[in-house]
């Protein structure tokens, strides 16, 4: 036996003797030994090891809910999965990422695992669970790849709230218009006299001027992305009264609709038309 394995099976047996603990906090201080396993199936493995003298009725993981370091939380995998791919399901989309809100007990527990049964080969509960859960999302809708720097749907679990929220990043819409009337400001001004709250001198719109640019040309794209808001970042500052040559804008999509408490930003890439005309 080498001396890795030695350790490792020493390390093992202190572990079963600390309490009872699910397959994946069993096998997760172990996640850098070994390729292609899961956590799982390395705590699977230590018990089986373990256990070699015994009936295989005590490999029943009695821990999935009374695990000392997650709580049960890695038992809860598929359920949060299933209410991912449920609120996934209006979006289109092709690359997710998953975080999670860590209860401040797991936290500890980890910490005291760590200090407990340092392994220098372990991994994070936080980073295990993320992608547990990336992977039972990706096999019950079957579609979907994680991206850590752009995802098209961002997933936040707090097991302790029991609440799931997605948020979907805007869609970004580039392209130029032009403006052939005068008398149409870029963006939507509000009323001088009330603000925007609507008075007798702004008919009660709460709108300086009846319409913008910004309101003609994010309409039809709010319609069609089935958005709920959507801005106009105008690269430079126009005169109302200008009659604008071709001006370069640029239309960010916003949130769907709430869900949860939680505003849904509606996904979807694309381009403009080169040359959107107001009249
Ligand atoms: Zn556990
Ligand atoms: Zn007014």
Same mark, same amino acid.
């Given at each position: 036996?080498?001396?890795?394995?030695?350790?490792?099976?020493?390390?093992?047996?202190?572990?079963?003797?600390?309490?009872?603990?699910?397959?994946?906090?069993?096998?997760?201080?172990?996640?850098?030994?070994?390729?292609?396993?899961?956590?799982?199936?390395?705590?699977?493995?230590?018990?089986?090891?373990?256990?070699?003298?015994?009936?295989?009725?005590?490999?029943?993981?009695?821990?999935?809910?009374?695990?000392?370091?997650?709580?049960?939380?890695?038992?809860?995998?598929?359920?949060?999965?299933?209410?991912?791919?449920?609120?996934?399901?209006?979006?289109?989309?092709?690359?997710?990422?998953?975080?999670?809100?860590?209860?401040?007990?797991?936290?500890?527990?980890?910490?005291?695992?760590?200090?407990?049964?340092?392994?220098?080969?372990?991994?994070?509960?936080?980073?295990?669970?993320?992608?547990?859960?990336?992977?039972?999302?990706?096999?019950?809708?079957?579609?979907?790849?994680?991206?850590?720097?752009?995802?098209?749907?961002?997933?936040?679990?707090? &097991?302790?709230?029991? !609440?799931?929220?997605?948020?979907? %990043?805007? /869609?970004?819409? +580039? #392209? *130029?218009?032009?403006?052939? @009337? $005068?008398?149409?400001?870029?963006?939507?001004?509000?009323?001088?006299?009330?603000?925007?709250?609507?008075?007798?001198?702004?008919?009660?719109?709460?709108?300086?001027?009846?319409?913008?640019?910004?309101?003609?040309?994010?309409? &039809?794209?709010?319609? !069609?992305?089935?958005?709920?808001? %959507?801005? /106009?970042?105008? +690269? #430079? *500052?126009?005169?109302?009264? @200008? $009659?604008?040559?071709?001006?370069?804008?640029?239309?960010?999509?916003?949130?769907?609709?709430?869900?949860?408490?939680?505003?849904?930003?509606?996904?979807?890439?694309?381009?403009?038309?080169?040359?959107?005309?107001?009249?």
């Amino acid at each position: 036996m080498s001396g890795a394995e030695g350790e490792i099976l020493r390390i093992a047996r202190a572990l079963r003797a600390s309490g009872p603990l699910c397959d994946e906090c069993f096998g997760r201080p172990f996640a850098q030994r070994g390729r292609g396993w899961s956590n799982a199936d390395r705590g699977r493995a230590l018990r089986v090891l373990l256990s070699m003298s015994k009936s295989p009725s005590h490999l029943e993981d009695p821990a999935r809910s009374g695990c000392w370091v997650c709580g049960g939380l890695f038992a809860e995998v598929d359920r949060w999965a299933e209410r991912a791919a449920a609120s996934a399901a209006p979006f289109e989309y092709e690359t997710y990422l998953f975080g999670v809100t860590l209860p401040p007990r797991l936290a500890a527990a980890e910490s005291l695992l760590e200090e407990r049964f340092p392994t220098g080969t372990g991994e994070s509960m936080k980073h295990a669970f993320n992608r547990e859960l990336g992977k039972a999302f990706e096999r019950l809708t079957g579609r979907g790849t994680v991206s850590f720097s752009a995802p098209d749907l961002t997933f936040q679990v707090d &097991p302790a709230a029991d !609440a799931l929220s997605v948020r979907a %990043a805007p /869609l970004f819409v +580039a #392209g *130029r218009y032009r403006k052939l @009337a $005068r008398g149409i400001p870029q963006t939507h001004w509000p009323c001088r006299a009330c603000r925007g709250r609507g008075c007798s001198a702004c008919g009660g719109t709460g709108k300086q001027y009846p319409e913008s640019v910004e309101e003609l040309i994010a309409g &039809p794209f709010v319609v !069609a992305a089935r958005a709920q808001s %959507a801005r /106009l970042h105008g +690269a #430079g *500052r126009e005169d109302i009264d @200008a $009659r604008a040559p071709p001006h370069q804008g640029h239309l960010s999509l916003l949130p769907e609709r709430a869900q949860g408490g939680q505003k849904h930003e509606r996904v979807a890439q694309g381009r403009g038309p080169d040359d959107e005309q107001v009249h």
